[in-house]
């Protein structure tokens, strides 16, 4: 053993993991980094380029605006300050390092000297609070400037006075410049200036041995050409199949084009939990860092419900020895991916950080943009792929406190904040603020409640996986007790049931309130409560001689007229529960229900005898002349009883046999008492009824009015169906209330219904887009939002709609439901947080009829409950809001993965909705062939149907370009399942397949996109460029870009921002662009430029284009 071992083994895991890189890097063959010349044009590092690139993309920008500000209290001496900094800016080339672009590739050109732009200000106010709250304002103005890259210093100073011996000192740097690290170093520069030049010396001017430019032609010379390529290729495997967005729960949609604009927030982490976070890192050889990554990691694993997630983790880039003193920007971003599959404990999660980390600092030299670059992701300009979330753990030297008679505090950056942000979210820990958390957030994307509430799950999530590190994941708790407290609150829906919880019981009180109010209107036909219960107890005499009684099946196949609802109530009263059959369903179809059911008995119509379904002992029609006898008098003795069946409800399943819900008694009259209430039906009423009684919601609309006195008007199946006819009824007949699909009233609108006085609108089915509510609404008295699976009884929320801009609510439980928000691991999940959407209590179904596998399978245990409680899982993805109400987002199902990006469809369909030419929208994901996955939107127009440009330009401005299908199809109408809801397995295949068939190709036309197809050629290698090509889908990437930008310059004169690029992609587009600004030239710069090419022969013209496009007109 060496002597130097025992020393080794004494150091920390953390400073032995440091001891191991840096020796790494100074390994046998690899020189220590010296000084170079200096050619012309000094390229920039890896780092700077991409904060070029960024400045570029859109100018101005501030969020990479380093500001740093000191409080000074004591004797000021102003010059010997002034000249300190002054002495920095000539020390230090990158202060004083402009950055220029030849040919679009950016350079560094360092000004011999340049003087420190300087200011002072004074902060007025009545007292010392005032005047420092003024001081602070005054500095976040001055650090709200932006750089002029191409032309300012990269270091500026404002000198604030607050009071005669307290001064505020604000600096800025911008980051192509300077990092964290080198602000440290460059203030304890500065206090040793100051010392020196207040003692009456002079301030250290000499020039550090290795300068940032130094540092950029060595990166160029090593790790330029193939040097990287050992790096890129760790992280491409690394990275192969990560998803490269992350699905953060927002309170506004992502916008097309990120803006940076953001906020801080500001927490701490108790001192024990810290303590405990520390001992956790000794114990399992890890660092403190990497325990606060993994946490970060769990939690957005809990708020996005996916378990590949990566952070952008920000590393200082100062590996090697040689680089620590070197003051510039060093700041590498490394996609930091870790898996959370099963339920990994935190101890386990963190070792499995450790590894990643370790791994990724042995390849920390490969820019984040090569990695991306490598992988030939698409990009976009809403957002950067894999670093949407960001972590930094500062750890560079703490400052010291005095300089020169003066005492320093560095005001915190919380108080020098501008409003900006460089991802969607980021966490800050800083070691020498050893509690404190800083949260950085896109103010575009989220409101400061959602990070404090974020913050505080962070805090929990520490605090249990701290205190129990080898505990399940999901296990460790997020909510906060107020939390629980709050789900409880919303969930408290309790409500009594009548002594006789049965539909027919519950009908049979109306009767005897109201028997003479009309009951039924069909056509020309009324008929009062007590003839229709006279009838239907008359048919239930029959249907009892027929052995139906309590848990007997019924199957009820009978046309829109009074038979239906005399033989649905002449079912329930015998005790049985019936089983819909509609007539115009195929009969393999309607021979499976029954044969699913065991139904022995049939309640049909005479007209319907030559169509009859499948096999059953006993048919029984509803319009045969029966005797109303006294027996007609009282339904038959013995009827259901509460957990009794009252029908069975077929619903499509994914096995492609439909599946039978059978539902209770007592939930069918638990869901009629609330929307009794709730959106009301009052007696007296009338009560449209137009769902095919095969729907669930017939319920809602042939049984709630007869226990309320209210009357039903029963429309006959064609007029149903029929727009104009349905129109003309609803404009013609005094109606209170009626519920339908959103497709139904879209349906109405278009045909010219403008609304009717006092109606009360029931929205339900499918979700109410917020256009088509924004329709309905000056339509009606109330509009109403119902949402629920059949297997709930019909409606398990509800809601009533006003006027806004926010998405449609399904509202708040109905009497005796309880909703909880889970994540996979069935763990219950904070408001605004999306998980998939239980309910439980006494609308819940006793399950699927002759299916146990598929009951256990979607009823499950309730573990929020008592004992033997349910839930019923519903696949739809949903979230609670702040006020208690739920949000609907789509179903599970519906969320692909598409080339890395995890898409909800439902979101690409609300927004194509809101064009006012398209009345439907539908996007599936196809693979017509192997491996060609791609998303298609079906859309239903009024009047002239919109174009594919129209449909893919309202989808650009909105959504992320990976959002935007590739194809689009217009049809008439959209098939249909039996229950009237879209067939999605239907919908036909494109009939031009989206890529290079000759049959799709479409030739550049306009001068512009002839000449910009010729150099996309030659930029992208591509053998053939269309109009709706797409530049970054042909493999273009930002260096290309900013070639492209210049060649363009060079061929029009024009100066485009790189953002122009990222918004008009397309080459139609583009050229558009390119010619909308070529316009712009001076009437006598154009009479020039005519006057110098009309000399020339078409060769010589030719010749000189040519030399434009190959970039030999500049050299």
């Known amino acids: 053993m060496s002597d130097i071992d025992p020393r080794i083994a004494e150091l920390s895991p953390a400073k032995r993991e440091l001891l191991r890189q840096l020796s790494a890097r100074q390994r046998v063959g690899q020189n220590r980094i010296q000084p170079r010349t200096r050619p012309e044009r000094i390229p920039l590092t890896f780092g700077q380029r991409r904060l070029w690139w960024l400045d570029r993309f859109l100018p101005g920008m501030t969020a990479y605006n380093l500001p740093v500000g000191l409080w000074l209290d004591g004797e000021l001496d102003r010059v010997a300050l002034r000249a300190a900094l002054q002495a920095l800016l000539d020390r230090h080339e990158t202060l004083r390092t402009v950055f220029r672009a030849h040919d679009g590739d950016p350079y560094q050109h360092i000004l011999a000297r340049i003087d420190l732009p300087w200011q002072e200000l004074s902060a007025s106010g009545a007292n010392a609070d005032e005047r420092e709250a003024e001081a602070l304002r005054l500095a976040r103005v001055e650090t709200a400037r932006a750089f002029d890259l191409g032309r300012d210093a990269m270091m500026r100073a404002t000198l604030i006075d607050v009071a005669a011996q307290r001064h505020l000192l604000v600096l800025g740097f911008h980051h192509i410049a300077i990092d964290g690290w080198s602000t440290n170093a460059l203030l304890e520069e500065l206090q040793r200036a100051y010392d020196a030049l207040r003692a009456g010396g002079a301030a250290d001017t000499g020039a550090p041995a290795l300068q940032i430019a130094d540092i950029a032609l060595w990166q160029h010379e090593t790790l330029g050409g193939d040097g990287l390529q050992p790096q890129l290729d760790y992280w491409s495997e690394r990275l192969d199949g990560a998803l490269t967005s992350l699905d953060l729960p927002a309170d506004r949609p992502r916008p097309a084009a990120q803006s940076f604009r953001g906020a801080l927030y500001l927490s701490e982490v108790p001192a024990p939990v810290y303590e405990q976070l520390e001992r956790l890192a000794r114990e399992r050889q890890a660092t403190l860092s990497m325990v606060f990554l993994a946490a970060y990691q769990a939690l957005l694993s809990r708020y996005t419900a996916q378990d590949d997630i990566t952070v952008g983790m920000g590393v200082a880039g100062r590996a090697r020895v040689e680089l620590e003193p070197v003051i510039g920007f060093f700041v590498n971003t490394l996609p930091m991916r870790t898996r959370i599959e099963g339920d990994p404990s935190f101890a386990q999660l963190l070792a ?134 709050e789900l409880a609150r919303w969930n408290d829906t309790a409500r009594e049931l009548p002594a006789d919880p049965t539909i027919a019981a519950q009908i049979q009180a109306q009767v005897e309130r109201t028997p003479d109010a009309i009951a039924l209107r069909c056509g020309a036909r009324e008929i009062g409560y007590r003839e229709l219960d006279r009838r ?43 089983v819909p059959l509609d007539p115009t369903y195929p009969a393999d179809r309607l021979a499976y229900m029954l044969e699913a059911s065991a139904a022995r008995v049939l309640v049909s119509q005479r007209a319907l005898a030559d169509s009859l379904p499948g096999d059953v002992a006993t048919v029984i029609y509803a319009d045969a002349d029966a005797a109303l006898d006294a027996r007609a008098e009282r339904a038959p003795d013995g009827g259901a009883g509460p957990r009794d069946p009252a029908y069975v409800i077929f619903t499509s399943g994914s096995t492609g046999k439909p599946k039978g819900v059978e539902i209770q008694q007592r939930s069918a009259v638990n869901l009629l008492r609330s929307v009794a209430r709730e959106p009301g039906l009052a007696r007296g009423q009338v009560l449209c009824a137009i769902s095919t009684l095969s729907f669930d919601i017939a319920l809602f609309e042939l049984v709630l009015p007869l226990t309320v006195g209210a009357t039903i008007l029963l429309v006959d199946r064609d007029t149903a169906r029929d727009g104009l006819r349905l129109r003309r009824l609803v404009d013609e007949t005094a109606i209170d209330v009626m519920q339908a699909t959103p497709a139904t009233w879209r349906m109405l609108l278009e045909l010219g219904w ?177 491996g060609d996955q791609r998303l298609v939107a079906y859309v239903t127009a009024s009047g002239e149907a919109p174009s594919t440009a129209a449909l893919r330009d309202h989808l650009k401005a909105a959504l992320p370009d990976y959002m935007v299908p590739s194809a689009f199809v217009v049809l008439e109408r959209f098939p249909l399942t039996p229950n009237g809801k879209v067939d999605r397995r239907a919908l036909p295949a494109p009939e031009a397949v989206a890529g290079g068939d000759e049959a799709n190709y479409d030739a550049p036309v306009t001068p512009e996109e002839q000449t910009l197809a010729a150099i996309w050629q030659q930029l992208l290698g591509a053998p053939r460029i269309g109009r709706g090509d797409n530049f970054f889908d042909l493999g273009g990437h930002s260096l290309l870009a900013t070639r492209l930008l210049a060649r363009i310059e060079q061929q029009y004169g024009i100066e485009l921002p790189l953002r122009a690029l990222f918004e008009d992609a397309t080459l139609e587009r583009l050229a558009a662009r390119v010619a909308e600004a070529s316009a712009e030239l001076a009437p006598e710069d154009l009479e020039s430029l005519l006057t110098s090419l009309e000399h020339l022969s078409d060769e010589e013209a030719s010749a000189r284009l040519a030399a434009t496009l190959s970039g030999g007109a500049h050299g």
């Open 754 to 930: 403008s609304g009717k006085a006092g109606i009360k609108i029931i929205s339900t089915g499918e979700a109410l887009p917020r256009e088509l509510a924004d329709r309905l609404l000056p339509c009606a008295r109330e509009l109403w939002n119902l949402y629920g699976p059949t297997e709930t009884t019909v409606y398990s929320a509800l809601c009533r709609v006003h006027a806004g801009s926010g998405p449609i609510l399904v509202g708040k439980p109905v009497d005796n439901t309880q909703i909880h928000i889970v994540d996979r691991h069935m763990k219950r999940l904070p408001a605004g947080v999306p998980g998939e959407l239980l309910i439980g209590g006494d609308g819940l179904a006793t399950g699927y009829r002759g299916r146990p596998d598929l009951t256990a399978e979607k009823f499950i245990s309730d573990p929020f409950g008592a004992p033997g409680g349910r839930l019923y899982r519903s696949g739809d993805l949903a979230l609670w809001r702040r006020d208690g109400t739920i949000e609907v987002i789509g179903r599970i199902d519906h969320q692909i993965k598409l080339r890395g990006f995890r898409i909800e469809l439902g979101e690409i369909e609300s927004v194509l909705a809101q064009l006012p030419a398209v009345t439907q929208a539908v996007v599936h994901c196809r693979e017509d062939r192997p």
């Open 536 to 578: 239907a107890n008359a048919l239930a005499h029959e249907l009892r001689a027929a052995g139906v009684g309590p848990g007997e099946l019924v199957g009820l196949y009978v046309e829109r007229t009074p038979e239906m609802l005399i033989g649905l109530l002449a079912i329930l009263k015998a005790g049985g529960a019936y």
């Open 352 to 485: 499995q950080v450790r590894e990643s980390v370790l791994g990724a600092m042995e390849h920390a030299d490969a820019p984040l943009d090569r990695i991306l670059e490598t992988r030939r992701l698409p990009r976009s300009a809403s957002h950067t792929p894999f670093a949407q979330a960001l972590f930094f753990f500062q750890n560079y030297p703490a400052l010291g406190l005095s300089m020169g008679g003066l005492q320093l505090r560095q005001a915190h950056l919380t108080d020098l904040s501008h409003g900006t942000a460089q991802g969607d979210l980021s966490l800050f820990v800083n070691q020498h603020a050893p509690r404190e958390l800083m949260l950085e957030y896109s103010t575009d994307l989220f409101d400061r409640a959602r990070i404090e509430r974020l913050c505080g799950h962070l805090l929990r999530l520490l605090a249990s996986a701290a205190a129990t590190p080898d505990a399940p994941l999901s296990t460790l708790e997020l909510l906060t007790e107020q939390e629980h407290e």
